[in-house]
């Protein structure tokens, strides 16, 4: 195995270019999926260091994460349509019911 | 060696499929190069060892929810998305967190370094044949200590369901 530190940098990469995609994105589908890749990264760095220290608590952990991951996907997803159904629009800035 | 070459590889793979995935224009490319990425980190958890992760991770998120993903982005109509402008108006705050963000790990990696008995753990990690079977030793501890969390995790994707049918309903 290499040092963790190759991971922990691959895991950082792929949180920050999550973080852009969320905050920059218009398209809440692909914000969706900027979403997933965080919750990818995160992964990255239980199950390494779960090899560091040889125990498998960490990859249980990361289960759980995807299990997490595929329950916020599917009602995410839902409000989408949903919300496609009212307004005909998938874009951030134009769903200001809210704002005033 | 081997695992060097394979690990740089697979991560190539994923951080530039990342970028692409969140610069794409087209939602389809984006969803397409989101599905490259998640088989990167796939391959980077088999070279970690983790047999178990890696199946579930190309059985559940590619085959799952990269799947979900693409049809609604079918069901949606996104001709109209595609001539409007790509980015929202905050990109610039974008940049200014991320920039943050990454100074923050650069200045917590570098100061690791410098001292010595503080910081990230220099261990060695576990030879390869002293491994238990991977699936078998993920299964052991997923029924006996995290029982309660996998019982909760199965009432949430429950909820999760029901959420979803009952969200993309049609109103009667």
């Known amino acids: ?100 | 060696m081997l695992d060097r070459v394979i690990f740089y590889f697979f991560a190539g793979i994923a951080v530039g499929s990342a970028a692409l995935m969140v610069t794409r224009r087209n939602a389809v490319h984006s969803a397409i190069f989101l599905i490259a990425t998640l088989l990167a980190t796939a391959g980077i958890f088999l070279q970690l060892r983790a047999e178990f992760i890696f199946i579930v991770q190309i059985i559940l998120y590619v085959g799952g929810i990269m799947v979900l993903f693409i049809f609604v982005i079918m069901l949606v109509n996104l001709d109209v998305a595609l001539h409007q402008i790509k980015f929202a108006r905050q990109k610039w705050v974008a940049l200014v967190v991320a920039l943050a963000l990454t100074a923050e790990v650069g200045v917590l990696f570098w100061t690791t370094g410098k001292m010595p008995g503080q910081g990230f753990p220099i261990l060695t990690a576990a030879p390869v044949n002293r491994l238990p079977p991977n699936a078998e030793a993920v299964a052991k501890s997923l029924f006996s200590s995290y029982l309660l969390p996998f019982e909760i995790a199965s009432v949430l994707l429950l909820v999760a369901m029901i959420g979803a049918v009952v969200m993309a309903k049609k109103r009667t």
């Open chain 1, 1 to 100: 195995m290499l040092p963790v530190g190759h991971y922990l940098f691959l895991s950082m990469a792929l949180f920050l270019l999550g973080v852009i995609g969320v905050i920059t994105r218009r398209n809440v589908i692909v914000v969706l999926m900027s979403i997933e890749l965080i919750l990818n990264a995160v992964n990255i760095n239980l199950v390494a260091f779960s090899r560091l220290y040889g125990d498998v608590a960490g990859q249980v952990f990361a289960l759980f994460i995807i299990a997490d991951a595929a329950a916020e996907a599917a009602v995410g997803l839902g409000i989408i349509i949903a919300f496609f159904r009212n307004r005909e629009t998938v874009l951030a800035d134009e769903m200001d019911l809210l704002k005033w």
